[in-house]
């Protein structure tokens, strides 16, 4: 499943459904599917996917850090040659 938007979101009978949404090859906005988390376990999930999330940002920036270093270093040298 793939999830590109949140649709409506509630609270019903102690689970938490959020319905998911995606663009279709016609370029139209459906759902995707419902997530149901039982209300007991929201601030749990909540929290795991923050963390997932940050560090994978962490990942990601340390990534393109080390890269921009790279991309640095490669025209410092062209610079040192052309002299």
Known sequence: M???GLGNVSFV???LRIQT???GPDG???ESGTIEIP???VGDLITS???AAQGISEKIGGESET???NEEKKSSNK???KK
């Open 2 to 4: 793939i999830i590109e």
């Open 13 to 15: 009978n102690g689970l």
């Open 21 to 23: 949404l995606a663009v």
């Open 28 to 30: 139209k906005i459906s």
């Open 39 to 41: 209300g007991n376990k």
């Open 49 to 51: 996917l923050t963390a």
């Open 67 to 69: 890269s921009s270093k």
């Open 79 to 81: 610079k040192k040659k």
